[in-house]
């Protein structure tokens, strides 16, 4: 069985930062890409980055370009997302996705990213 897990959101001020981690377990991860989602409240899922299998390619929404990093480490099976320069904006649920090149999706449950002075 599959299992994703955030961890790592919280409460932070404006221009603050805080590192999403995401364990995995159950799925070969290493050869599968993983990304991170958001979700604000009222709003759809929305893509914030994505990583490949190896790590040598990245790709990112334009909103967080230049502020955020998705990095992977393939020996721990988990994937990061540092979160700079943070803005009210940001707030959202945050979620891991894996994406296998069978098809097979799997989701995390999500962590909270607060943004607020």
């Known amino acids: 069985q599959v299992q994703l897990v955030e961890s790592g959101g919280g409460l932070v001020q404006p221009g603050g930062s805080l590192r999403l981690s995401c364990a995995a377990s159950?799925?070969?991860?290493?050869?599968?890409?993983m990304g991170w989602f958001r979700q604000a409240p009222g709003k759809e899922r929305e893509f914030v980055a994505t990583?490949?299998?190896?790590?040598?390619?990245?790709a990112y929404a334009d909103s967080v370009k230049g502020r955020f990093t998705i990095s992977r480490d393939n020996a721990k099976n988990t994937v990061y997302l540092q979160m700079n320069s943070l803005k009210p904006e940001d707030t959202a649920v945050y979620y891991c996705?894996?994406?296998?090149?069978?098809?097979?999706?799997?989701w995390g449950q999500g962590t909270q990213v607060t943004v607020s002075s």
């Open positions: 990583i490949n299998w190896s790590g040598t390619s990245t």
């Open positions: 996705n894996q994406a296998l090149s069978s098809g097979a999706n799997f």
């Open positions: 159950g799925t070969i991860f290493r050869v599968g890409t």
